[in-house]
């Protein structure tokens, strides 16, 4: 009878045993080059957080409304209303993929 040859796992190959390495995350604080050597850059308009509205919507309550001043592009010094989770506070400097468009206000029920 032929014996069947069961797959091993090394410290180096992780616990999948197929010899992949697990995924890694990628490292937000390191820049990254192009092969140019240059620095890339992120899209969008550059935004102040200048307000954080108390109000909570989504399923969870997770998603919160904060006012923001435009910084740059034709919308400069506009103030918009934008929904966002996670952890945001005033004074946070963020990118908007697009300016034109603003949230309505959350109303409480």
Known sequence: MAS?????????????GDGK??????????????????????EGFLAEVVGVEHNRTGIYGEIKQ???????GRDKGRVIRRNFS?????????RLPDTSREDKRIMAR
């Open 4 to 16: 069947e040859e069961k797959p091993t796992t090394s410290p180096q190959e992780g616990k999948t």
């Open 21 to 42: 390495k697990p995924p890694s995350a990628p490292s937000v604080s390191a820049p990254q080059h192009t092969a140019e050597g240059q620095e890339k850059r992120f």
């Open 66 to 72: 904060a006012m923001c001043k435009i910084l740059e």
């Open 86 to 94: 996670g952890r945001i506070k005033k004074g946070d400097m963020i």
